[in-house]
């Protein structure tokens, strides 16, 4: 299983960015998707879960901010990112898990300036 992120970049408090990751390998639609991010120091933490009926669960620090979204036909799940805080800055990473093994992608980095 292969996972690709994109989409990170600097941008402004309050400002929005779009987080994708193409997954190949795997029978996409069947896995649950998640993104989580670890920001300097701190531990890895789940930001954002959809599972394969597209059902969702989100961390109560970006309930309201985030949406996580699944296109299945492209093998792609999204987190879209709005009014960002500069505490949302973090490395991103994009998650598969299966039944008995879980994939992480590389990462993306998102900086928010304040």
């Known amino acids: 299983v292969q996972l690709q992120a994109s989409g990170g970049g600097l941008v402004q408090a309050g400002g929005s960015l779009r987080l994708s990751c193409a997954a190949s390998?795997?029978?996409?639609?069947?896995?649950?998707m998640a993104w989580y991010r670890q920001a300097p120091a701190k531990q890895r933490e789940l930001v954002a879960a959809?599972?394969?009926?597209?059902?969702?669960n989100y961390a109560d620090f970006v309930k309201g901010r985030f949406t996580i979204s699944r296109d299945n036909a492209k093998s792609t799940v999204y987190l879209q990112m709005n009014s960002l805080k500069p505490e949302d800055t973090a490395v991103y990473y994009c998650?598969?898990?299966?039944?008995?093994?879980?994939?992480w992608g590389q990462g993306t980095l998102v900086t928010v300036s304040s």
């Open positions: 998650n598969q898990q299966q039944p008995r093994n879980s994939y």
């Open positions: 390998g795997s029978i996409f639609s069947l896995n649950v």
């Open positions: 959809i599972g394969p009926s597209g059902s969702t």
